[in-house]
Structures are given as C-alpha cells and as structure tokens.
C-alpha cells in the first residue's frame, strides 16, 4: 500500500538537529580525538551543566536511558534501606509502562491512581486516599511536559515518611505552580529523587539514548553510581551485584550541544501550543489547557477525540502524521495480565481518545494550517 508521505511528519530528528549540525559534528570529533569514551570529562561536565539548569546542588548523575535511570533509583534505595520488597508505591495510571516496570523487577507493588481530566496526570488527592501502612513512596509523572506537582499533599505524605521519586523523562525545565522540597519549582528537583530520559524524541534529545539522575541526597547518587558501573565503588571492588548502565562520553557531548539550545527550543514548542489552542475549534475535539500557574514543555500536544480513530485517518490523508500517548495503557498490556490493578476507566477513555499532534519544528503558520485542517474534520 502506498502512502502518501506527511506534509507535516509528527517528529523529524534531521530537523530537530540541523541547526546544530556543525556544532554536534565538532563535539563528536573532540570526544573521538581525546581517547576518553567512557568515565571522561564530557559525563562530568554534562552532569554539572544539567544540575545548574535544574537548580540543583550536587551533580546529576549520567545513565544509560530514563528506564536504566528508574532501576537504579529503586534499587539505590533498597540497597540503603529505605524501600523492601512488598512495599507499595504509588504511581499513575495513566503512564508509559517503564514508570511501572522497575517495581516490578525489585517487587515493590504499584498501586495506580486515576488521572484528572484537567492535566491528565495523577491526582493527588485520590492518591492520598490510597496511602496505606504499607505505603513507602510516591511516583509521579509529569505527563506531556506538564508538571505533576501538588505541594500541599506532597508535604503530607513526605511528612508520613513517603520518598518522592520523579518522573521527569518528559518535562525537562517545565516549572511547577508552587516549590517543591528542595525550595525550586522546576521539575527534576521537587522531590527526593528524580530520572531523566534523553531518548531521541525527548526534548532534550541524545543521538542514542542516554538518561541520569538527580538528587539532594549524596548517599543515593553514590550508591547509584556504583550500581551503574557493575557494583563498583573503585575499581575491582564490588559492593553491590550491580549492572552496566553507564552514560558514554559521546552523547554526553552531544548533549551538552543540545543543552545550549533547549531554552530556545522549549520556547517553540510552547508558542506552537499556544497557536494550536487558539485555532483549534472543533466539537468533537478537547485541546490540552495551558496552565497561567506552571509553565508546561509540551513533550506531546495531546488532543482527545471519541472519533480518535477517523481523526487520525483523515488527518493522515491530509499530510499530518501524528502518533497516540498511549494507546494501551499499562495495566492493559499482556505482561501485567497477573497484576489486579483495579478498575480504571478515566485512563481506559483517555488512552481510547488520545491522540499526539506534531508539536516540534514548526512554525505559527504550520500551526494554524494544521489547526484549519481539524477544523475541517467532518
């Protein structure tokens, strides 16, 4: 069958690079001429340059991927004591399956709360309802770029000695509506502990995969060090029965080209959002909201339709690829079929309706052209 090739693709990565060609080909040929690949100064300085832009005091940690990045959090503190085998954590329901995945591996159990049709993230009060004595830490995800963050009901369960442990593989430099544990607002370093992913498609992109870490406390990061480099805390020593999930000194380089430019970058997926929001009119449609209290990166632009499916159909005929968040929410998906999660139907109706417009390299006519071909749905 042929298809017609997109007008508008959903992402394009040449493009998303091309401005940075020059600069990215540079980094990668300082890192091949200095004979450093791994453990070099490219890891450290990322690791510095991503803890300033996330305000934080101590260095991040580089890691292979945002998966890798949650395993080691987990398994960090279990190795220290803070978390056992048949503890509950709390974690959303409406999610990519990697959030759940490692508390599976070390036998946490995930206890899913409902989003809220406002921001589609976990809803907080809800998950304050669920805590039970056996609760010992909380998950949130700031799904599509929009942070997950309520600072009343954070501070009782932080007080109840519950960890809080991010997600934030799609909402580097997104800002909370109010400060978090730490006395910043900026996602990445609300709570006790946070993962990153740099996967190509993220808004902050690596030419692989790549992922890291943050945290306050210095403990964690030196035990998720050394699980990442095999158990070792010097060499030929092992503490721990650890894995091999470490950050390369290529993509820290090429991350540090992508760093430089993703203020600039944040600001366009914002304007493009803003443009869909103020075009998009359509009964059978609802836009995200743009929230005046937080500032939202818009990893997706996530519009919800019952007609999902002919959406997405007629909008592929019409040039506009576009992609769904998620079509088969954890909870469905095979490999969790022994697991009860409980009923779920506000994330079933929202992974039935969802559907991802092109939201990176666009300019506002690009925007308001793609608007007027939704408006046109009949």
């Not at 309802?129 to 501070?155: C, F, Q």
């Not at 960890?163 to 730490?182: C, F, P, T, V, W």
Request: charged content about 25%; some cysteine; proline content about 6%.
């Amino acid at each position: 069958m042929c298809f017609r090739k997109p007008e508008y693709p959903f992402l394009s990565l040449s493009d998303s690079i091309a401005a940075q060609s020059l600069q990215l080909k540079e980094a990668a040929a300082r890192v091949i001429d200095s004979g450093r690949y791994l453990h070099g100064e490219e890891t450290r300085a990322f690791e510095r340059e991503l803890a300033t832009l996330c305000e934080a005091d101590l260095p991040a940690l580089g890691v292979s991927n945002g998966l890798d990045a949650l395993r080691l959090i987990f398994r960090s503190y279990i190795e220290m004591g803070r978390l056992s085998p048949g503890d509950e954590v709390i974690v959303p329901a409406n999610t990519y399956i990697a959030t759940i995945l490692p508390l599976l591996e070390f036998g946490l159990r995930p206890v899913a709360i409902e989003p809220t049709r406002e921001d589609y993230n976990l809803d907080f009060r809800k998950a304050l309802e669920k805590v039970s004595s056996r609760t010992r830490a909380i998950l949130p995800v700031h799904l599509y770029g929009n942070p997950a963050w309520d600072s009343e009901v954070m501070a009782e369960l932080h007080d109840k000695g519950l960890l809080i442990i991010e997600d934030n593989a799609q909402a580097i430099m997104a800002r909370a509506h109010s400060k978090g544990l730490n006395g910043t607002d900026i996602t990445g370093n609300l709570g006790d502990a946070a993962a990153f992913s740099f996967y190509p498609t993220k808004n902050l992109g690596a030419l692989g995969d790549a992922g890291a870490i943050l945290s306050p406390d210095q403990t964690l990061i030196e035990t998720a060090k050394a699980l990442a480099n095999y158990g070792s805390d010097r060499r030929y020593h092992n503490v721990y029965r650890g894995y091999n999930c470490r950050m390369d000194e290529l993509q820290a380089a090429l991350l540090r080209v992508r760093l430089r430019h993703l203020d600039e970058e944040t600001g366009l997926r914002r304007q493009t959002a803003e443009t869909y929001s103020a075009h998009i009119s359509h009964k059978d449609i609802v836009t995200p909201q743009i929230f005046s209290d937080r500032k939202q990166v818009w990893h997706q632009y996530p519009i919800h339709s019952p007609r999902r499916d002919e959406l997405r159909e007629y909008l592929r005929k019409e040039g506009v690829a576009t992609d769904i968040h998620y079509a088969t929410p954890p909870h469905r998906q095979p490999c969790m079929a022994t697991y009860d999660f409980g009923p779920l139907p506000l994330t079933e109706e929202l992974a039935d309706t969802e559907l991802s417009l092109p939201i990176a390299n666009l300019t506002p006519q690009d925007a308001i052209q793609i608007a007027e071909i939704i408006n046109a749905f009949k």
